[in-house]
């Protein structure tokens, strides 16, 4: 029997929607989990949390509230705001809300370079070394370079090449090209730019 025939037809699936005419492929960076920070901070919530409860219910239940509470206690109302240790701890404190502050609203993991987004359900990353070593090879193939040094960043890529024979000049132009041509097929979603420094290899002696 026809689909006419019984009435039935299959869905119309729509196209993946994808970003590439939307915003030019770009993506934005992963964003990090930082399961060991949030592990420390939720178990020394959890610590200090249930001591000061089990202390509460210790002083319900007629017994004297711990040491350390009463101390602190009575530290809190008797040493002055200027006091040295009083400082101190408003010190750290500070500096620990700082940090976890920084580490809310930082994506983190900077070793990972965002690729171009061609599809709205796929997003890729590219590790750094792994992009340092593809530009190394592709620079190697430069005639006339001895050795090469590569380091990428997610704004700049700096490249210290050493060539044995050919001009400077030449060797350079080359590793402009070669490299432009390899930073490009890496595919990331912000292209960074291109620094090169090509000198000769130190003489042995």
Do not use: N
Not at 41 to 57: F, M
């Amino acid at each position: 029997m026809s689909r006419e025939q019984d009435g039935s037809s299959a869905p119309v699936r729509e196209p993946v929607p994808t970003l590439q005419e939307e915003d030019g492929g770009k993506a934005g960076r992963f964003w990090s989990a930082r399961r060991v920070p949030a592990a420390l901070v939720a178990l020394l919530a959890i610590g200090c949390a249930g001591l000061l409860l089990y202390d509460i219910s210790a002083v319900r239940a007629g017994h004297p509230a711990m040491r350390w509470r009463r101390e602190l206690a009575d530290g809190l109302a008797t040493r002055p705001l200027d006091d040295t240790w009083v400082l101190v701890g408003a010190g750290v404190a500070a500096a620990l809300g700082l940090w976890l502050l920084l580490l809310a609203l930082t994506p983190g993991l900077r070793a990972i370079l965002p690729m171009r987004r061609t599809s709205a359900d796929i997003r890729a990353g590219l590790d750094r070394k792994a992009a340092a070593m593809m530009l190394r090879d592709r620079a190697m193939e430069v005639p006339g370079v001895q050795s090469v040094r590569v380091a990428v960043g997610r704004s700049k890529v700096r490249v210290r090449a050493q060539s044995h024979f050919r001009e400077l000049d030449d060797v350079r132009g080359d590793l402009d090209t070669a490299l432009t041509a390899g930073i490009r097929q890496l595919g990331l979603a912000g292209r960074p730019g291109l620094s090169v420094h090509v000198g000769r290899p130190a003489k042995k002696g």
